[in-house]
């Protein structure tokens, strides 16, 4: 019998960083050993986790303090940690979650510094106990099979706080970034949360609530350095079966913004909608109505993770002649998936998206945005080259039903540079 996904609600009320939620997972359960082994299959014989129990304003916590066993070089670039993540053998679930931790570290860093992603320097979430912090988190949560992340109302903190880009007011703007569309407050001086660990909650949570109904199973506490008197420096977990939701509501949090739009140019909609996409929205699409007198109309639909309503509601208003949105929340199930590149017959390699349950393959299809420019490179109909990667596929064994292979990508890798799939929707 399959084992029950867990949901992890993390308070993080009085602040949460990177150490401080590894802490509170390798309090609730989690297996310092083995997380530690994880680590160190990602970057080898550089760091030593070490454990403690303390008490923070007399509560007792666990604290994880990162020793570095070597040279530390202070600055490595979003692809360098890529690759090492790459590189690991890390089960893909793992590897997912810390490619989606640090990639949201690169676009907020990039976003602050007006700079392409490509191009971005860590500098301190890109030393090795930031980076020991994030995977020693992803591994914690699937040792404790959690499936599902909420979080409490954050406290960033107040005041200034020296950083290697210099004297910074808090919340330092990478965190302000991060923290888009998430429930925040001040919560005292000083910097109560950090880039990392605001970076696990905006990649790794699903909604921003209040203690969700649950089953308790496990509770862990994790401690900050700091010891203040009147607020215990503590991050804690709460991880548990969720209890069961009203019918229909099952799977991750989502919103729906619609707007009904009769005055724009058609010929402007297919680039709304490519810029909509390009936004962050999981899919996008339009829908012909008749609205009042007869007038033909359209319906923009847009699906979304709860968190970029926001910055997508400025995106409709900006590119749309609409003057009010509407917004629904609602849920939305998606099966895990994968790529594995193929080898057509003329030698050329084309990703295949797997949708799978339970180890299973349940859908097997090729990336058209690599297939479309695979037929314009090869001035060839994309029609003959989706055959072709179909037939590829097949013969490689990628059918519904057949095991998911070993080797996969948490994201397509081929020829198109094309950005944005519809992994997401």
Known sequence: MTTPTLHAWVDATAGIAGDMLLAALIDAGADLDAVQQTIESVIPGAVQLELNSVTRAGQRASKVDVRILGADPPHRRWHTI?????????????????????????????????????????????ALDSIADIVGVCAALGQLGVGTLSASTIALGAGR???AHGDLPVPVPAVLRLAKGWRV???????LTTPTGMALIAALGDTSEDLPPLTIQRTGVGAGTKDTHQRPNITRVVIGQPAPRPTGETGDAAVLLETNVDDLDPRLWPGVISRILTAGAADAWLVPIVMKKGRPAHTLAVLAHPHQAEPLRDTIFAETSTIGIRETTLRKSALPRCWVNVLTDDGSTVPIKLAHRDGSIIQATPEF?????????????????????????????LVPGAAVPPHTHSEPSGRSGSGRKDSDR
Do not use: M
């Open 82 to 126: 890529r690759d090492l993540l790459a590189a690991a053998p890390l089960t893909g679930s793992l590897r997912q979650r810390g490619l989606s931790v640090f990639r949201a570290l690169a676009e907020a860093e990039a976003d602050v510094h007006g700079v392409p992603v490509d191009t971005i320097h860590f500098h301190e979430v890109g």
């Open 161 to 163: 706080v020296s950083t």
């Open 185 to 191: 407050h001040a919560g005292g001086t000083g910097e």
């Open 369 to 397: 945005d690599f297939v479309a420019e695979l037929a314009e490179t090869q001035g060839r109909p994309p029609r003959v080259v989706l055959e072709e990667a179909v037939l590829a596929a097949a013969t490689a064994g």
